[in-house]
């Protein structure tokens, strides 16, 4: 028994571990993502990190945290929670440092100027191996484990699944460029590029809503949530949209035009029923529960709100005539932005809150708490202003591209005002983030020594 639970232990501390770092690549992301902004003002501002590597450091570290916190979550839900024994302990900490010094390796490529890479993954492309390596560790411990449970399994374990599947079938078509037949090819190799990015976000969007589906049963302590037709109706549309949305990237490109139809049909359909799912499980909660699990309730609460938000400009952008004019402005940067930080960020977020006193058994004190609940409203309020000002940036320089036809200096000289206010409240979400993260770092800390 004592030897049962220290190997227990080892785990959740691997599972800490990933929390850390995610929690790390965000505040180091988002000190990037400030710097880009202000490089749009000032284009010499901090000219050791310029602009064509601020901005893929912010990304990289962005999309880090992402998957560092939904893997974490996963990793220490399965065998807490969900009745099973995960299947290896070593291979979650192989994971882990695989993925923390190929993280080290991409962050100091781009910090030397050594690229090579596309877009979103502009580091080399050989760091993809020790990804791929890594991801497939993860897919072994992932099925291993699952697999073992008799039961008919809850939706988020679908979910996770699908995720882990997807997101290795998507990334290595992403590096499929690499070849000669596909990088040779411009139509080909665009349309396989924009592909496998659009369906590589539905991926890492099955973890993640998978994970608010299991915040939600294990917060009002009701696994019928998980079970319903609705979560299931869910999962499926998000299946769908994983293996078809991707079009309206790339409605420029001359593809089949039943491709964009099917696209465009069934944009954006699992996000309105993630919206629905979400808003029951809130109306349904006991006075008790939402007391005690404050502050994660807030943070998923808060991510229905920008589904409603980013759900209204996607479906808006998809339309053809108007991604015509809004296709690579900050109207994209704003609807890319607003889905990764107030739907994902704030659900990660939830979980991490959820996760962390659950870890350490230390709940939050007055004063944390209070840090918590503040910066939940400056990030929430400031993200607010930030979205719209992108919305309002990217309108007139899509206007301008298409109708003024002016130089790309005089477009950018006129949005200024707009990129202004995105600067300066980058900082104030930043503000935020820190408010929230300080006392879950201490617990963090306080566990670890
Ligand atoms: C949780 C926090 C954040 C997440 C998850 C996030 C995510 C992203 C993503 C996914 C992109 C790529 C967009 C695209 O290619 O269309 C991006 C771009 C960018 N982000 Fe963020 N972001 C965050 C916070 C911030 C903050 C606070 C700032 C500061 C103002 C910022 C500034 C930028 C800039 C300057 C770009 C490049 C835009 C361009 O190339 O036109 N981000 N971010």
């Known amino acids: 028994m004592?030897?049962?639970?220290?190997?227990?232990?080892?785990?959740?501390?691997?599972?800490?571990?990933?929390?850390?770092?995610?929690?790390?690549?965000?505040?180091?992301?988002?000190?990037?993502?400030?710097?880009?902004?202000?490089?749009?003002?000032?284009?010499?501002?901090?000219?050791?990190?310029?602009?064509?590597?601020?901005?893929?450091?912010?990304?990289?570290?962005?999309?880090?945290?992402?998957?560092?916190?939904?893997?974490?979550?996963?990793?220490?839900?399965?065998?807490?929670?969900?009745?099973?024994?995960?299947?290896?302990?070593?291979?979650?900490?192989?994971?882990?440092?695989?993925?923390?010094?190929?993280?080290?390796?991409?962050?100091?490529?781009?910090?030397?100027?050594?690229?090579?890479?596309?877009?979103?993954?502009?580091?080399?492309?050989?760091?993809?191996?020790?990804?791929?390596?890594?991801?497939?560790?993860?897919?072994?411990?992932?099925?291993?484990?699952?697999?073992?449970?008799?039961?008919?399994?809850?939706?988020?374990?679908?979910?996770?699944?699908?995720?882990?599947?997807?997101?290795?079938f998507t990334y290595l078509e992403s590096n499929l460029w690499n070849f000669p037949y596909f990088r040779d090819h411009l139509v080909r190799d665009i349309t396989v590029q924009w592909k496998s990015n659009g369906s590589l976000v539905g991926s890492w969007n099955m973890l993640i809503y998978g994970t608010a589906i299991f915040l939600m049963v294990r917060i009002s302590n009701d696994d019928s949530i998980a079970k319903t037709r609705l979560a299931f109706i869910m999962y499926f549309l998000g299946l769908t949209n994983l293996i078809f949305n991707w079009a309206h990237h790339i409605y420029i490109v001359p593809n089949a035009i039943w491709v964009r139809y099917i696209a465009y049909g069934i944009s954006m359909t699992e996000l309105l029923i993630l919206g629905k799912i979400i808003w029951n499980w809130k109306r349904d909660l006991t006075k008790a529960l939402r007391d005690f699990h404050i502050l994660a309730i807030r943070f998923i609460v808060a991510s229905d709100v920008w589904i409603l938000l980013n759900l209204t400009l996607s479906i808006l952008l998809s339309i053809p005539a108007i991604n015509i004019f809004t296709h690579g402005t900050h109207l994209t940067v704003a609807h890319a932005m607003g889905s990764t930080i107030g739907i994902n960020t704030m659900i990660l977020i939830g979980s991490c809150l959820f996760l962390i006193p659950d870890i350490t058994k230390t709940q939050f004190n007055l004063k944390q708490s209070f840090s918590i609940s503040i910066g939940f409203w400056i990030m929430n309020i400031i993200l607010l202003f930030f979205w719209v000002a992108l919305i309002f940036a990217g309108y007139h320089k899509g206007y301008m591209v298409v109708e003024d036809k002016l130089v790309f200096q005089v477009m950018m000289a006129k949005i200024q005002p707009y990129l202004a206010v995105v600067a300066y409240t980058g900082i104030g979400i930043f503000a935020g983030i820190l408010m929230i993260f300080a006392p879950v770092l201490k617990l963090i800390k306080d566990y670890i020594r």
Do not use: D
């Open 2 to 168: 004592e030897l049962l639970n220290g190997k227990e232990k080892m785990k959740r501390e691997i599972s800490i571990y990933f929390i850390l770092f995610a929690i790390l690549s965000l505040l180091g992301g988002v000190m990037f993502g400030i710097l880009g902004a202000f490089q749009f003002l000032m284009p010499v501002f901090f000219n050791w990190i310029p602009f064509i590597k601020s901005r893929p450091l912010h990304v990289s570290l962005v999309i880090a945290w992402i998957f560092l916190s939904s893997v974490g979550g996963i990793y220490y839900y399965l065998p807490k929670y969900c009745n099973v024994t995960l299947f290896s302990g070593k291979l979650q900490k192989i994971h882990l440092w695989i993925f923390v010094i190929t993280g080290f390796g991409v962050i100091i490529s781009y910090l030397v100027g050594y690229f090579g890479g596309r877009e979103y993954w502009e580091f080399p492309p050989i760091l993809a191996i020790p990804i791929i390596i890594s991801w497939l560790l993860f897919g072994i411990n992932y099925f291993k484990t699952v697999f073992t449970k008799t039961e008919p399994w809850p939706v988020y374990l679908w979910m996770w699944g699908t995720g882990i599947f997807f997101f290795l």
